[in-house]
Every structure is written in C-alpha cells, then in structure tokens.
C-alpha cells in the first residue's frame, strides 16, 4: 500500500467516511493506482471530507491534480495522481455503483473506527 493511499485511507476513517473500499486499479489504468470509494452522510460532510484530503495529502507532499464537484454536490471526485477519491451521498453511491461496474477488480473493504466500536 503506497503511502498516499494510507494518508487518505487514515484521513477519511478519522473524519468518519463510511463503507470506504479501495479498488487497485494498476491492471487497467497506467494514470492510477488506485481508486478509493467512500459515503458521506451528507452533501456537507462530503465536501469536508474532500477539503481534509487535500490538506493532508498536501501537507505530506503529494498533490492534488484536480478537484470535480462543488460543495453541495452527491459525488466529488478528488484526483491525487496515484490515487483517485470518490466522495459520494448514499444515494448517488447507490446509483453509480462504481464497485459493480469494477467489480472483476481487486478490492478490499476498510475497516473503519465505527465498524471496530460496534
């Protein structure tokens, strides 16, 4: 696991991301590692998970190539080069299915803070 994936994959346990998977994408995309797939409880929340990830992945030196949706978007798509971010409400997760349609993929379900609480 690269270093970037474990920031990110740290970051949005502490800031209570939930159902957080990681897809390794190596065998099929040479512009990215991996892809990180979480749900925000809500539009808000999504847009701070986004903002957190960039604070901390530009604070450990890695950037982030690009930022898609707006604050009060159901999906934001965070670009970190080696790995890209998908922050979605519950509902859009639920429509993209970005899990599904990589499913042939590795993927791996991160246990989270909640789920050890529980």
């Known amino acids: 696991m690269s270093d970037l994936l474990e920031i990110i994959l740290h970051t949005l346990d502490e800031k209570q991301a939930e159902d957080i998977v990681?897809?390794?994408m190596r065998s099929v995309n040479p512009y990215t590692?991996?892809?990180v797939v979480c749900t925000?409880?809500?539009?808000r929340h999504g847009?701070?998970?986004?903002?957190?990830?960039?604070?901390?992945?530009?604070?450990?030196?890695?950037?982030?190539?690009?930022?898609?949706?707006e604050r009060d978007s159901s999906w934001i798509l965070l670009d970190c080069?080696?790995?890209v971010v998908?922050?979605?409400t519950e509902d859009a997760?639920?429509?993209?299915?970005?899990?599904?349609?990589?499913?042939?993929?590795?993927?791996?379900?991160?246990?989270?803070k909640k789920t050890v609480e529980i």
């Open 22 to 24: 990681t897809i390794d």
């Open 33 to 35: 590692d991996y892809f």
């Open 93 to 112: 997760r639920a429509q993209y299915r970005l899990e599904a349609l990589w499913a042939d993929l590795p993927q791996e379900t991160i246990e989270t």
């Open 81 to 83: 080069h080696e790995v």
């Open 47 to 69: 847009a701070s998970l986004a903002e957190f990830v960039e604070q901390e992945a530009e604070k450990n030196g890695y950037s982030v190539r690009m930022r898609e949706g």
């Open 40 to 43: 925000a409880r809500n539009a």
């Open 86 to 88: 998908h922050i979605f």
